[in-house]
């Protein structure tokens, strides 16, 4: 297989050794650059360089608005051990960098990164989170005295490359392609937005076989802040209409046909089980036959709006991974999506208790983000089609899902279907 060009298929980071090039060797670097994966080598989520201290210190300062109070304490903690030299001791066996391959392997990582950067007094970590088709390594890169810089996401192969060239043209189409707005940090700042942080782009394009970004660093939220469980709902309605709205039928839009021909392609395809197959054929058609002609408004769509991806600053939100976005979906995913996700996620509830609430809430949230009381039912039956087909996309490309997640998808297709019904009996009683 071409290197570069396969899926993960075993735990660890046998993967990511591929996606930077790797050399296996006994003597790699001459045990120069050695790495720790945090927090263990059996579910690795940083990796870390022994001698970058600088790096460490930085990238586990940042936190989400999704992490709770106890994983931000473990990350300062984290970040201390690494400062004052201590992960090697704390943390598993150091690995070499011919299981990673960001110093000695058979790509100039530190050439691309001094040209991107402007400088050589570089430090990098790595975050890989958990294995699933679209991983990517995404490059932490600081100064070695720990200032952040910016962050190097690398699309290595089929999956991962269309999404990092995705990302960056929506972050262009954001930010202006001359002269973007920007903070006293470097952060984007989005056109009549206020108080919205985007990643900027430093640097895109092909290289040695993968495709490459480079943002600017948007910050993260302080160590004591609570966890977000609310929809940032200005944030949300004025970035829905950021690039302009235009009104169209769903059955007429560029989102539905591409959703229905990512549907087709899944019905279809051997490796998806065939009663999930029948409940999302199921689902494709009750949104077919009783929307394709309802009129909704399309503007800018994150596509990933959970706290995950954001971080409060102050008045500011910074909001990050855009891979996912489209500069026309229906105004109401986004906020639909939110409310799912964290009740889902955040909230640890059970698929069919996080549906509920989601039904629950719709006036609510469509309110909130500024769509029309009467298409929180669509929005949500959107979401969670969305849901199922990136799950369902990871099965076709080999990823394997526990039967408990396919248990889960087919309960919450045909949940959906019944949507209306639901929200019909709430209001009659």
Same mark, same amino acid.
Request: hydrophobic share 45%; aromatic share 6%.
């Given at each position: ?10 735990? $660890? ?81 150091? =690995? ?9 392997? &058979? ?38 005295? $720990? ?24 972050? *262009? ?38 495709? =490459? ?20 709902? &200005? ?30 392609? *899944?019905?279809?395809?051997?490796? =998806? ?9 199921? =689902? ?43 500069? %026309? ?14 009740? *889902? ?11 509920? %609430? &989601?039904?629950?809430? *719709? ?26 087909? %990136? ?39």
């Amino acid at each position: 297989m071409p290197d570069g060009q396969g899926q993960p298929s075993q735990p $660890g980071i046998a993967w990511l050794g591929q996606a930077l090039g790797a050399v296996s060797s006994d003597h790699s670097g001459d045990g120069r650059y050695r790495y720790v994966l945090m927090p263990s080598r059996s579910r690795p989520q940083m990796v870390l360089s022994l001698g970058e201290r600088g790096a460490g210190w930085a990238s586990l300062h940042r936190h989400s608005d999704a992490a709770p109070l106890k994983v931000r304490i473990a990350r300062e903690l984290w970040a201390w051990a690494c400062r004052t030299g201590l992960a090697e001791v704390i943390f598993s066996p150091p =690995v070499p960098d011919s299981a990673v391959g960001l110093r000695t392997g &058979s790509l100039p990582w530190p050439d691309l990164m001094t040209e991107v950067f402007g400088r050589p007094d570089l430090a990098v970590a790595i975050s890989v989170g958990q294995l699933r088709p679209q991983i990517k390594p995404i490059l932490h890169v600081s100064t070695k005295a $720990g200032q952040p810089l910016g962050h190097i996401k690398v699309g290595w192969n089929d999956v991962t490359r269309s999404l990092v060239r995705h990302e960056a043209a929506i972050l *262009l189409a954001l930010t202006g392609l001359a002269g973007p707005p920007k903070d006293a940090a470097g952060a984007g700042r989005v056109p009549h937005v206020a108080g919205l942080r985007v990643p900027r782009v430093l640097h895109h394009g092909e290289w040695y076989g993968r495709d =490459v970004l480079a943002v600017s660093d948007v910050g993260g939220s302080p160590w004591y802040r609570r966890r977000r469980t609310s929809l940032p709902a &200005s944030a949300t309605r004025e970035a829905g209409r950021a690039l302009g709205v235009d009104r169209a039928a769903l059955g007429a839009s560029t989102f539905w046909s591409d959703l229905f021909a990512r549907a087709k392609h *899944l019905v279809n395809h051997a490796a =998806v089980d065939a009663g999930i197959s029948a409940d999302l054929a199921a =689902v494709m058609d009750t949104v077919e036959s009783g929307h394709a002609a309802t009129e909704l408004d399309f503007g800018l769509m994150h596509g990933d709006w959970a706290p995950w991806n954001m971080a409060s600053l102050g008045h500011s939100l910074a909001v990050w991974d855009w891979e996912r976005a489209r500069i %026309r979906g229906p105004v109401g995913f986004d906020s639909a999506f939110f409310r799912f996700q964290v009740d *889902l996620w955040i909230r640890g509830l059970r698929p069919e208790q996080a549906l509920w %609430r &989601s039904r629950c809430a *719709l006036a609510e949230t469509m309110a909130a983000s500024g769509a029309p009381r009467e298409a929180g039912a669509l929005m949500l039956r959107l979401v969670l089609l969305e849901v199922a087909l %990136r799950q369902l996309e990871g099965v076709a490309a080999g990823a394997p899902v526990p039967d408990r997640v396919y248990r889960a998808l087919s309960g919450l297709l045909r949940q959906s279907l019944a949507i209306d019904g639901a929200l019909a009996q709430g209001r009659k009683s």
